[in-house]
């Protein structure tokens, strides 16, 4: 089954089109392989699912260790540095219930005093530990939120706290790294080469996501596969090339947002971490595709209506999964009260299907281009290729627009405003400008 389908955008790109590009797309993957292009000191996510396998079973022995001693394990990070655990949570656990023995629970990714207040009061009956990850240790929401929930952690657990604190970030620099040593946290590296948004395979989202007791192995050996055929394909059959070169032409075209679109709710966070991937990395100097995402049906009840008639500026890029994991066949009603006896005999995963099928028709005569992107199952296997698929092609895609895909400067506006305002040393000249256009 082939990755990515392209047929829906060909009423608005052509294949000949698609062809041209051949030359700048391999350019701008040549500049991810050979590290000439900007941003060339954050490459070693393309490499790491090679090297991963070294981490791994620290990774797994500690998950254990947490599963045995807490019940619930807060996550603090945000960004990057929580976005792939969440994401691969919600698509790798049940709707209702956990994978394994404890629970993940995120917070430093907010600075809502509610939220915060509530998590605490959760955890008042409750074991748990705590992974705070940070890249550089200084982001302000989630070291406010380890202040708290540290102090919590000291009230509860005294001396011992400190055994229960896993620290997550750039090994031999920044406060937090400093904090565990000093402490004794265990402490688990986001290598410096990679940049918070490409470090879901990294023990950012691994050491998370192997105490919820998900497959870390098959995530990595996913991520292999997909980088692999990244690395190895030629242009007219490399899904990842294919897709940066298609999202690239139908932007030079007008299209100035990417919607990217699941059928299972257990995709929306896979949405929210494609959507601070490429967000983050394409939106500067004035460029870059808006990302967005949507769950249909659901929103077919809610944003359809624009999709299909607003402005033109769209396209969308549809998750297919081929096999559910769970399905239901719907059975004749001897009333048929509701008219639905149509559908007897059918399972409900095929009118999911057919509604997918029937809105990408629609769309498309809306002149909403629609890429399609299939995956057999929902598995932490598919995950991780889906996860490596879209990093590599947010890199290409990165470089086709002309801008560097791993920096995040424009993030830094509103801290420093925020800063100044709260008053923190250092911001005093910025607080009076800001105090006086008030
Ligand atoms: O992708 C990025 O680099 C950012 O979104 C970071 O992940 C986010 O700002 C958090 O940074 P840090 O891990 O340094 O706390």
């Not at 095929?350 to 029937?358: D, E, F, I, M, Y």
């Amino acid at each position: 089954m082939k990755l990515l389908d392209y047929s829906n955008v060909l009423k608005f790109v052509s294949e000949a089109e698609i062809e041209a590009l051949e030359g700048a797309v391999l350019v701008s993957k040549e500049k991810l392989l050979t590290k000439f292009g900007t941003g060339s000191e954050y490459l070693g996510w393309v490499d790491y699912p090679l090297t991963a396998e070294k981490e791994l079973d620290r990774i797994l022995k500690t998950a254990e260790k947490i599963q045995n001693e807490a019940s619930v394990l807060l996550v603090i990070g945000i960004g990057g540095s929580y976005l792939g655990a969440k994401a691969g949570l919600s698509m790798l656990s049940p709707y209702l219930g956990k994978t394994g023995k404890t629970e993940l629970v995120f917070v430093g990714n907010t600075l809502s005093s509610t939220y915060t207040q509530e998590i605490i009061d959760y955890l008042a009956d409750k074991d748990f530990s705590i992974n705070v990850i940070s890249k550089s240790g200084t982001t302000t929401e989630p070291a406010l939120a380890f202040r708290l929930f540290r102090n919590l952690l000291q009230e509860k657990y005294g001396d011992k706290a400190k055994n229960r604190i896993y620290a997550t970030t750039t090994i031999g620099k920044g406060v937090l790294y400093q904090m565990a040593k000093e402490n004794g946290y265990e402490t688990f590296s986001i290598p410096e080469d990679i940049g918070g948004r490409y470090s879901v395979l990294t023990p950012v989202g691994l050491l998370p996501l192997a105490v919820a007791g998900i497959d870390i192995k098959a995530i990595i050996a996913g991520a292999q596969t997909e980088r692999e055929k990244a690395l190895e394909k030629v242009y007219p059959d490399n899904d990842a090339l294919l897709y940066a070169a298609i999202r690239n032409l139908l932007y030079r075209k007008g299209k100035a947002i990417e919607i990217f679109v699941t059928y299972e709710p257990k995709l929306k966070y896979l949405g929210e971490w494609y959507k601070q991937l490429f967000g983050e990395s394409e939106g500067k100097d004035g460029k870059g595709l808006f990302p967005a995402s949507v769950l249909y049906t659901t929103d077919l009840h809610s944003l359809g209506q624009y999709v299909q008639d607003g402005r033109r500026i769209l396209f969308e890029t549809v998750i297919n999964i081929d096999k559910p994991e769970q399905d239901i066949l719907l059975k004749e009603d001897a009333e048929n009260l509701d008219g639905l006896n149509y559908l007897a005999g059918k399972t409900l995963d095929t009118v999911n299907k057919q509604a997918l099928k029937g809105t990408v028709l629609a769309h498309v005569d809306g002149s909403v281009p629609n890429l399609i992107l299939n995956i057999p199952e929902i598995s932490p296997y598919q995950f991780g290729r889906l996860v490596y698929f879209f990093m590599f092609a947010c890199g290409v895609s990165g470089h086709l627009l002309g801008v560097n895909p791993f920096n995040q400067e424009g993030v830094e506006a509103y801290k420093k405003n925020m800063f100044a305002l709260l008053g923190k040393p250092g911001f005093e000249e910025l607080r009076e400008r800001l105090l006086k256009n008030k």
